[in-house]
T-cell receptor, first 115, second 115 residues
Framework: NAGVMQNPRHLVRRRGQEARLRCSPMKGHSHVYWYRQLPEEGLKFMVYLQKENIIDESGMPKERFSAEFPKEGPSILRIQQVVRGDSAAYFC?????????????FGPGTRLTVL | AQTVTQSQPEMSVQEAETVTLSCTYDTSESDYYLFWYKQPPSRQMILVIRQEAYKQQNATENRFSVNFQKAAKSFSLKISDSQLGDAAMYFCAYKDGGSNYKLTFGKGTLLTVNP
């Protein structure tokens, strides 16, 4: 059973460009979470999604950030018009249905660098 | 809001010795989960150990054990017989019980293992 997969592992963008980060949850997992890790910090919750539904996006910046988890395909975290402050590691985690998210399995992360 | 505090930014230990990493948390909930995650240089987040608040018995996983003091809201991680591969950043994390799914992380403790 493959783990949580994220791609790309490294992404470089210039200010003003768009960044798209992809996350494929573990097989059988229908809950996806995105976290952001700024340098020298712990991970901070951004958004929680189930298939075709955003359950909680209280940790998402109000502008430029969006997330989706379509019926088919990976979850996408999209950052429009990136700025230097968006440089961070973005982690995706998944959990199976019914466990209340008490065990989340993390992907390897995508490191975004904004030039 | 729940908070997690790791007061030791860095710790070091000699190979084969024992080290304890500290974590305190603040919550008004009675039902919750606590976790220790390891983040090696690869940046992959790896679950080390988990504790349910309703269980009085401290969790253990091989060389890793916790000292869970619910009244003091303390959750320390003890690593016995330290190995070079234990060198990593260690994060303490908290999650409410029930349907709440957000993990709240501390800022981490960087553990160095000296040969």
């Amino acid at each position: 059973n493959a783990g949580v997969m994220q791609n790309p592992r490294h992404l470089v963008r210039r200010r003003g460009q768009e960044a798209r980060l992809r996350c494929s949850p573990m097989k059988g997992h229908s809950h996806v979470y995105w976290y952001r890790q700024l340098p020298e910090e712990g991970l901070k919750f951004m958004v929680y999604l189930q298939k075709e539904n955003i359950i909680d996006e209280s940790g998402m910046p109000k502008e430029r950030f969006s997330a989706e988890f379509p019926k088919e395909g990976p979850s996408i975290l999209r950052i429009q018009q990136v700025v230097r402050g968006d440089s961070a590691a973005y982690f995706c985690a998944s959990s199976p249905p019914g466990l209340g998210g008490d065990e989340q399995f993390f992907g390897p992360g995508t490191r975004l660098t904004v030039l | 809001a729940q908070t997690v505090t790791q007061s030791q930014p860095e710790m070091s230990v000699q190979e084969a010795e024992t080290v304890t990493l500290s974590c305190t948390y603040d919550t008004s909930e009675s039902d919750y989960y606590l976790f220790w995650y390891k983040q090696p240089p690869s940046r992959q987040m790896i679950l080390v150990i988990r504790q349910e608040a309703y269980k009085q018995q401290n969790a253990t996983e091989n060389r890793f054990s916790v000292n869970f003091q619910k009244a003091a809201k303390s959750f320390s991680l003890k690593i016995s017989d330290s190995q070079l591969g234990d060198a990593a950043m260690y994060f303490c994390a908290y999650k409410d019980g029930g349907s709440n799914y957000k993990l709240t992380f501390g800022k981490g403790t960087l553990l160095t293992v000296n040969p």
